[in-house]
């Protein structure tokens, strides 16, 4: 073990971090049952990352690192709330849940989304956090390393901002109606947002890597960027979007995930 870490800090770290995730989805689970709209938890989804970053501070070693991260995490989950929370207004129950509990007989929906929302999401939410966790458990000063994480954060918001701003507009638009979005990053990425998401992790990552044993937390950004890209993200949303007219094309000119530049058309 390097100087500076602490194991019982870390085991409290974890267990205060696991209850924060229970609670915030146990209330969430509530309030979607009560409004009947489980996608509440899409909003809660940023927020518990904000109270593990800041309950994993409070409890642990009090370090600049660990008070660094649970800002970026802040900034971040904040952001992405707010952002669903306005595009969630005055809509109704998102199609993914819909189509998850619609072979689910009505009384046994809620336990049912118990388990495969509320549940899994808690757990996902703790595992993916944990280099915030680890970091809590640490006191080294930041150096250079912390940096440049706090660089790749900053492209990540950048693209995830920018892209959900981008495509709120070009909705707005009623003349864009029944067309792809293809402009700004969209034309480099067809996902910047889940780009994006990818980068933030990857970027607190490095800042928790620099002290050990935070570099042992990769996989939190190698399971949340397969999420993102692969299982409930960019690929679950295109085998719908496929079906729109012109999304073929848009397909096969514009890079999935990573950012390159556009194939001329």
Do not use: C
């Amino acid at each position: 073990m390097g100087a500076g870490f602490s194991g019982g800090t870390l085991v409290v770290v974890l267990l205060a971090s696991a209850l924060t995730s229970l609670v915030a989805m146990a209330v969430t689970a509530v309030v979607a049952r009560s409004r009947g709209k489980y996608a509440v938890v899409d909003i809660t989804w940023g927020l518990v990352f904000v109270a593990i970053g800041w309950v994993a501070y409070l409890v642990g070693q009090h370090s600049a690192r660990s008070l660094l991260l649970a800002v970026l995490v802040t900034l971040w989950g904040g952001r992405l709330a707010w952002h669903i929370r306005g595009r969630a207004l005055g809509q109704g129950e998102d199609p993914r849940y819909e189509k998850l509990l619609s072979a689910v007989p009505p009384e046994q929906r809620f336990r049912y989304a118990l388990m495969r929302i509320f549940a899994t999401q808690g757990v996902a939410a703790w595992f993916v956090s944990l280099p915030l966790q680890v970091a809590a458990a640490t006191d080294s000063a930041l150096g250079w390393v912390a940096a440049l994480g706090v660089v790749v954060w900053l492209v990540g918001v950048t693209f995830e901002g920018v892209g959900d701003a981008q495509l709120k507009a070009f909705k707005a638009d009623s003349s864009n109606k029944g067309t792809v979005m293809d402009r700004g990053l969209w034309a480099w990425t067809r996902h910047p947002n889940y780009f994006g998401d990818s980068a933030v992790w990857w970027g607190m990552w490095v800042v928790a890597a620099e002290a050990w044993p935070g570099v042992l937390t990769v996989l939190s950004p190698v399971v949340m960027t397969y999420f993102l890209a692969f299982a409930t993200g960019a690929r679950l949303l295109e085998s719908e979007m496929a079906k729109r007219p012109g999304y073929p094309e848009y397909m096969e000119r514009t890079s999935m995930f990573f950012p390159l530049p556009p194939k001329k058309r």
